[in-house]
């Protein structure tokens, strides 16, 4: 007689599908800012950078701290811890198994150095690939005291030994609409035009998780032995924030508001206290980037960055 424990433990896509996320409110401050900027590496190879004091300072008598792109996708996470997948009816995984697989950020305002924003999220899509599921959630988020909409998150993740929940010969995917021109890039076959290196630090994992994102494979030994690294690993969204904040040093004059939008590829861990190489490939209004551990010769992340203007210097 066959086990119905697996029929149990598989993931339900109706119930996935139709649950209801509950809109929630995160409320920031300028501290939280500026922690989540040392913790992407801002001023870690010098203190007095002209170009990333401003995210940790009011330089120059500027009234409010600037905030980082990438700081808004800590959004899904403030309440969540691990994108809230964990209360989804039907959803079955182990939540050591998680990785991120990609991320799409669209900014349509300047981010507020504090203040609280209203966050909706639905479930863009859902995908069985036999070994592992993809789930797709799209957060976004409003500020509270206008209603008037700030940024759009969209989180790939793969879950790994969910999948298998339907026909192999016809394995299930829903999408809610056509990403593939937002996720669609090459890199470049040419010499890039600007080549940024960055040394994270042994605890770079430590100093970002203070930002929200409480995992246990980037701090605890033993979760990182059990989901097959050798120690724990740096969050995919810091190293997002290393590769960001490198095309807006190199681009944007260290200016955030220039950026529009953001894409990026988790394709492979980062162990902190290695050295980040981003190399840069200038696309107006595009630039295009990849990331690579020096140490070990290999890409761990790919993307873009979309710029409203490129500076007429470059």
Same mark, same amino acid.
């Given at each position: 007689?066959?086990?119905?424990?697996?029929?149990?433990?598989?993931?339900?896509? $109706?119930l996935?599908?139709?649950? $209801?996320?509950?809109?929630?409110?995160?409320?920031?401050?300028? @501290?939280?800012?500026a922690?989540?900027?040392?913790?992407?590496?801002?001023?870690? #190879?010098?203190?007095?950078?002209?170009?990333?004091?401003?995210?940790?300072?009011?330089?120059?008598?500027?009234?409010?701290?600037?905030?980082?792109?990438t700081?808004?996708?800590?959004?899904?996470?403030?309440?969540?811890?691990?994108?809230?997948?964990?209360?989804?009816?039907?959803?079955?995984?182990?939540? $050591?198994?998680?990785?991120h697989?990609?991320?799409?950020?669209?900014?349509?305002?300047?981010?507020?150095?504090?203040?609280?924003?209203?966050?909706?999220?639905?479930?863009?899509?859902?995908?069985?690939?036999?070994?592992?599921?993809?789930?797709?959630?799209?957060?976004?988020?409003?500020?509270?005291?206008?209603?008037?909409?700030?940024?759009?998150?969209r989180?790939?993740?793969?879950?790994?030994?969910?999948?298998?929940?339907?026909?192999?010969?016809?394995?299930?995917?829903?999408?809610?609409?056509?990403?593939?021109?937002?996720?669609?890039?090459?890199?470049? $076959?040419?010499?890039?035009?600007?080549?940024?290196?960055?040394?994270?630090?042994?605890?770079?994992?430590?100093?970002?998780?203070?930002?929200?994102?409480?995992?246990?494979?980037?701090?605890?030994?033993?979760?990182?032995?059990?989901?097959?690294?050798?120690?724990?690993?740096?969050?995919?969204?810091?190293?997002?924030?290393?590769?960001?904040?490198?095309?807006?040093?190199?681009?944007?004059?260290?200016?955030?508001? #220039?950026?529009?939008?953001?894409?990026? @590829?988790?394709?492979?861990?980062?162990?902190?206290?290695?050295?980040?190489?981003?190399?840069?490939?200038?696309?107006?209004?595009?630039?295009?980037?990849?990331?690579?551990?020096?140490?070990?010769n290999?890409?761990?992340?790919?993307?873009?960055?979309?710029i409203?203007?490129?500076?007429?210097?470059?």
């Amino acid at each position: 007689m066959a086990s119905s424990r697996n029929s149990v433990s598989k993931t339900d896509p $109706k119930l996935v599908l139709s649950h $209801k996320f509950a809109e929630d409110e995160v409320t920031y401050s300028e @501290r939280d800012v500026a922690i989540y900027a040392l913790g992407v590496g801002a001023c870690g #190879a010098d203190a007095v950078d002209t170009k990333e004091l401003h995210y940790v300072y009011h330089r120059d008598g500027q009234p409010f701290i600037k905030v980082l792109p990438t700081f808004v996708s800590l959004y899904p996470f403030k309440k969540s811890n691990g994108l809230g997948l964990v209360d989804v009816p039907g959803l079955h995984y182990d939540t $050591k198994l998680l990785l991120h697989g990609q991320q799409y950020i669209e900014v349509y305002r300047p981010i507020p150095s504090s203040g609280t924003v209203v966050n909706k999220v639905s479930i863009a899509g859902l995908h069985d690939k036999g070994k592992a599921a993809i789930v797709e959630l799209e957060t976004t988020s409003y500020l509270k005291e206008t209603g008037e909409i700030l940024c759009m998150n969209r989180s790939t993740v793969f879950l790994r030994g969910a999948g298998g929940f339907s026909d192999s010969s016809k394995p299930y995917s829903y999408t809610a609409y056509p990403a593939n021109q937002i996720f669609r890039f090459s890199i470049p $076959k040419s010499e890039p035009t600007v080549v940024y290196e960055d040394r994270t630090q042994n605890s770079q994992a430590l100093l970002y998780r203070l930002s929200g994102d409480y995992n246990p494979l980037h701090s605890d030994p033993s979760i990182a032995q059990i989901a097959g690294f050798t120690r724990p690993i740096q969050h995919g969204l810091c190293t997002l924030g290393f590769a960001a904040r490198a095309v807006i040093k190199s681009f944007c004059n260290g200016d955030p508001t #220039a950026v529009k939008s953001i894409f990026g @590829r988790f394709l492979l861990h980062v162990y902190p206290g290695e050295t980040l190489v981003t190399e840069m490939w200038l696309q107006a209004p595009r630039v295009i980037y990849q990331t690579k551990v020096k140490e070990r010769n290999q890409a761990v992340l790919s993307g873009y960055v979309e710029i409203r203007q490129i500076p007429s210097s470059l």
